[in-house]
């Protein structure tokens, strides 16, 4: 059974590591992480595009134009291209 979890990530170069870390060392693997980038500033952006690259269970979303459109609209995107049976 496919888990998606979802990552919202708004500034957060600092712990976006520590977080897809986490998330690789699960014994459970049959999950997706839907990250999306809410219009960050800082260098999140390409920290989450290195685990993407190495692991194609991370896939990151943004919004369009790289707009920061706040929570509600982050996970509404993040449902709507999560492909799990569960949602975390």
């Known amino acids: 059974m496919l888990i998606s979890i ?51 269970r991370i896939k990151l979303y943004q919004h369009e134009n790289g707009a920061n459109k706040g929570l509600a609209k982050s996970l509404k995107l993040a449902i709507a291209n999560s492909k799990g049976t569960w949602i975390a």
């Open 6 to 56: 979802i990552v919202a990530s708004y500034n957060y170069n600092q712990y976006i590591r520590q977080v897809l870390d986490s998330l690789v060392a699960q014994t459970y693997t049959n999950w997706e992480a839907i990250v999306i980038d809410d219009g960050s500033t800082d260098k999140s952006v390409d920290t989450i595009r290195e685990y993407e690259e190495k692991d194609s």
